[in-house]
C-alpha cells in the first residue's frame, strides 16, 4: 500500500506544473475552424515551423516554438487577447523568425526587416547583457530579448513597452503632486522599477553577483541612479527574472541552479512586459515575439562570432581565436 502510494506520489509530481508556467498541450485542429483542406494547409505549416526548430536548436526548443504556436491559435479562436488576427499571420511571423535563426546559425547576414526588433540596442550592451544574465544563471537571450522589446517600443511613438511606460510615468509625476503616485517609474535599458531593484539585495548577494566594495543602494535616489548604469540595470532585472523564473518553476527562492529551458525566452519577456496578461495566458507583440528574439539573441550573443548591426540587417564580423579573446569585450560599430 506505502508503494503504491509512493508511486501515485511521485506520478502526481512529475506532472505538475506551476500556474501560468506552461499552457496545455492540446490538439491543434481544435483551433482551426476552416474547411479541411485550409486546416490541412495551416497544420502542415504549422508542423514544418515546428521541424525547422527541431533542426536548428533541438527539441526543447521546438517543444517551445509549438506551444507558444498552440497558445496563440488558441487565443485566436476563443476570442482572448492575442498577438495576430489569423493562424496565417501568426505562422509567417514564426517562418520568417525561423530563417533569421538558419541564417544566424549558418553565420550568414541576418535579415531581420519586416520584424519588430532593434538589434543595435542589444549589441551595443551584449558584454553587460552576458555578464549579467550568467551572474544569476538565466539564459543569456532572456535578457537580450527584454531589452529589444523594451527598446524598440521606445523606438516608436507610442511602444507597447517602453513608449507606454514612460506617458504612464509621467501620469505618475503629475499626479504625485497631489498624492500617491499610482506607477513606479522605470528606467534604463531594462526599463526596470527603482523599487523592484532596491528589493534585490538578498537574491543578488546569494549568487554572488553584488561587488561588496560598492555600497548597495538604499534609497529612491540611488536606486534611480544605479539604474542609470547599463549593467546595473540589467543585473537588477536579471535578478528580478530569477525570482520569477523560481517561483514559476516551483524551485525553492534560494535555488540557484543554471536554468536553461527555452520556455523561458517565452516567460521572461511575456512577465516582465505584462503579468497580468501572461497569468492568463494571452498572447501580445511583445510575448510572442519575445520567445523568437530570445532564441536569436541566445545563438548571437553566445556565438564566437562578433555580429555588427547594420539597420535591421546583422553581419558577422569576425571569429574569436588565440590573439582574439580580449576582442570579445569590445563592441563592434554599430549604426542603427
Same mark, same amino acid.
Given at each position: 500500500?506505502?508503494? #503504491?502510494?509512493? +508511486?501515485? &506520489? =511521485?506520478? *502526481?509530481?512529475?506532472?505538475?506544473? /506551476?500556474? @501560468?508556467? $506552461?499552457?496545455?498541450?492540446?490538439?491543434?485542429?481544435?483551433?482551426?475552424?476552416?474547411?479541411?483542406?485550409?486546416?490541412?494547409?495551416?497544420?502542415?505549416?504549422?508542423?514544418?515551423?515546428?521541424?525547422?526548430?527541431?533542426?536548428?536548436?533541438?527539441?526543447?526548443?521546438? #517543444?517551445?516554438? +509549438?506551444? &507558444? =504556436?498552440? *497558445?496563440?491559435?488558441?487565443?485566436? /479562436?476563443? @476570442?482572448? $487577447?492575442?498577438?495576430?488576427?489569423?493562424?496565417?499571420?501568426?505562422?509567417?511571423?514564426?517562418?520568417?523568425?525561423?530563417?533569421?535563426?538558419?541564417?544566424?546559425?549558418?553565420?550568414?547576414?541576418?535579415?531581420?526587416?519586416?520584424?519588430?526588433?532593434?538589434?543595435?540596442?542589444?549589441?551595443?550592451?551584449?558584454?553587460?547583457?552576458?555578464?549579467?544574465?550568467?551572474?544569476?544563471?538565466?539564459?543569456?537571450?532572456?535578457?537580450?530579448?527584454?531589452?529589444?522589446?523594451?527598446?524598440?517600443?521606445?523606438?516608436?511613438?507610442?511602444?507597447?513597452?517602453?513608449?507606454?511606460?514612460?506617458?504612464?510615468?509621467?501620469?505618475?509625476?503629475?499626479?504625485?503632486?497631489?498624492?500617491?503616485?499610482?506607477?513606479?517609474?522605470?528606467?534604463?535599458?531594462?526599463?526596470?522599477?527603482?523599487?523592484?531593484?532596491?528589493?534585490?539585495?538578498?537574491?543578488?548577494?546569494?549568487?554572488?553577483?553584488?561587488?561588496?566594495?560598492?555600497?548597495?543602494?538604499?534609497?529612491?535616489?540611488?536606486?534611480?541612479?544605479?539604474?542609470?548604469?547599463?549593467?546595473?540595470?540589467?543585473?537588477?532585472?536579471?535578478?528580478?527574472?530569477?525570482?520569477?523564473?523560481?517561483?514559476?518553476?516551483?524551485?525553492?527562492?534560494?535555488?540557484?541552479?543554471?536554468?536553461?529551458?527555452?520556455?523561458?525566452?517565452?516567460?521572461?519577456?511575456?512577465?516582465?512586459?505584462?503579468?497580468?496578461?501572461?497569468?492568463?495566458?494571452?498572447?501580445?507583440?511583445?510575448?510572442?515575439?519575445?520567445?523568437?528574439?530570445?532564441?536569436?539573441?541566445?545563438?548571437?550573443?553566445?556565438?564566437?562570432?562578433?555580429?555588427?548591426?547594420?539597420?535591421?540587417?546583422?553581419?558577422?564580423?569576425?571569429?574569436?581565436?588565440?590573439?582574439?579573446?580580449?576582442?570579445?569585450?569590445?563592441?563592434?560599430?554599430?549604426?542603427?
Amino acid at each position: 500500500m506505502l508503494q #503504491r502510494s509512493l +508511486a501515485l &506520489l =511521485l506520478v *502526481l509530481l512529475a506532472s505538475w506544473t /506551476a500556474p @501560468g508556467h $506552461r499552457p496545455q498541450a492540446e490538439g491543434l485542429r481544435a483551433y482551426l475552424p476552416y474547411p479541411p483542406a485550409e486546416r490541412e494547409a495551416l497544420v502542415r505549416r504549422f508542423l514544418a515551423a515546428k521541424s525547422s526548430a527541431h533542426l536548428l536548436l533541438g527539441p526543447q526548443a521546438a #517543444r517551445a516554438v +509549438a506551444e &507558444l =504556436l498552440r *497558445l496563440e491559435l488558441r487565443n485566436q /479562436a476563443e @476570442g482572448k $487577447r492575442s498577438a495576430f488576427q489569423t493562424p496565417k499571420e501568426a505562422l509567417e511571423a514564426a517562418e520568417a523568425w525561423l530563417s533569421a535563426l538558419g541564417q544566424a546559425r549558418r553565420r550568414e547576414a541576418v535579415d531581420l526587416r519586416g520584424l519588430p526588433t532593434a538589434p543595435w540596442h542589444v549589441l551595443s550592451h551584449q558584454e553587460e547583457v552576458r555578464k549579467a544574465a550568467h551572474a544569476l544563471r538565466i539564459p543569456v537571450g532572456v535578457l537580450a530579448a527584454i531589452v529589444d522589446n523594451e527598446q524598440h517600443g521606445g523606438d516608436k511613438a507610442l511602444g507597447l513597452s517602453r513608449g507606454v511606460r514612460e506617458v504612464a510615468d509621467e501620469a505618475a509625476l503629475a499626479l504625485a503632486q497631489s498624492g500617491p503616485a499610482p506607477f513606479s517609474r522605470t528606467l534604463g535599458l531594462a526599463q526596470m522599477s527603482w523599487e523592484d531593484a532596491l528589493r534585490q539585495r538578498p537574491r543578488l548577494e546569494r549568487f554572488g553577483a553584488w561587488d561588496p566594495a560598492r555600497p548597495f543602494p538604499e534609497t529612491e535616489k540611488e536606486a534611480r541612479a544605479a539604474l542609470e548604469d547599463p549593467y546595473l540595470n540589467l543585473l537588477f532585472t536579471a535578478s528580478r527574472l530569477r525570482g520569477l523564473f523560481n517561483a514559476l518553476y516551483g524551485l525553492d527562492p534560494a535555488d540557484t541552479r543554471p536554468l536553461e529551458d527555452p520556455w523561458l525566452y517565452y516567460l521572461g519577456p511575456a512577465w516582465h512586459n505584462y503579468p497580468f496578461r501572461a497569468q492568463n495566458l494571452e498572447t501580445w507583440e511583445d510575448s510572442f515575439h519575445g520567445l523568437f528574439k530570445g532564441l536569436l539573441y541566445q545563438v548571437l550573443l553566445e556565438d564566437e562570432v562578433l555580429w555588427r548591426a547594420q539597420g535591421q540587417l546583422l553581419r558577422p564580423v569576425r571569429r574569436y581565436g588565440p590573439g582574439l579573446l580580449e576582442a570579445r569585450g569590445k563592441t563592434p560599430g554599430l549604426e542603427p
